[in-house]
């Protein structure tokens, strides 16, 4: 007997017996790590800039993006948004590119949250 007929055998020994007692094992999915995208202040990249970033890339309204940079204005670090690893990972890479492009030295970084 092939191991996919002793399955479906296992099953059906299963599904003989009352049907109010059989119930399949609950699977338990765990939700993914999330993490903090980071902006570094600096002394080069302008205000302008990081909300454009702020707005376009992580898709906060102009008001929320003039606080978060102001934040990252006066505590050298601010919150931009708090995703999956992948992506935050593919946050970093847009901010790191758009600013390249626009030569700035926007550093972005990720923690654990």
Partial sequence: MSVKENK?????????????VFTEAEKKVKEPSLYKVLLHNDNY???EFVVQVLMTIFHHSQGEAVKIMLQVHH???????????????????QVTELARRSEFPLRCSMEPE
């Fill in 45 to 47: 990249t302008t205000m």
């Fill in 75 to 93: 505590n050298s670090l601010g919150v931009a948004g708090v995703y999956s690893f992948e992506v935050a990972e593919t946050k970093i890479a």
């Fill in 8 to 20: 479906q055998t296992d099953c059906q020994e299963k599904n003989e017996g009352d049907a109010s």
